[in-house]
């Protein structure tokens, strides 16, 4: 089993930055990619931004030049710096993993979602 948990989600202003943090634990033998999607109310859960495990990356156009995916590969840790945020930004954020487990199969992993407000 493995666990997603991620940390630093919150209020800002306009304008401001947030960083948001998503360790992964248990059973992992490696994981192929990493990222954040998220939620606002009565919309779908889009991507925001995803680092495979070679560090290429995917942003969405929305937050491309604004938001920087980053990850920490011998701490199984995804980071999301988000800058210059702006209203529409608001949303449930959610870490997302593919691990690969020691049988060789690959599963995906979700965590928990954290709240990203962002409001004057």
């Known amino acids: 089993q493995v666990q997603l948990v991620e940390s630093g989600g919150g209020l800002v202003q306009p304008g401001g930055s947030l960083r948001l943090s998503c360790a992964a634990s248990g059973s992992i033998f490696g994981i192929n990619a990493m990222g954040w999607y998220r939620q606002a109310p009565g919309k779908e859960r889009e991507l925001v931004a995803t680092m495979a495990s070679g560090h290429s990356t995917n942003y969405a156009d929305s937050v491309k030049g604004r938001f920087t995916i980053s990850r920490d590969n011998a701490k199984n840790t995804v980071y999301l710096q988000m800058n210059s945020l702006k209203p529409e930004d608001t949303a449930v954020y959610y870490c997302?993993?593919?691990?690969?487990?020691?049988?060789?199969?690959?599963?995906?992993?979700w965590g928990q979602g954290t709240q990203v407000t962002v409001s004057s």
């Open positions: 997302n993993a593919i691990v690969v487990a020691f049988s060789g199969l690959e599963y995906d992993y």
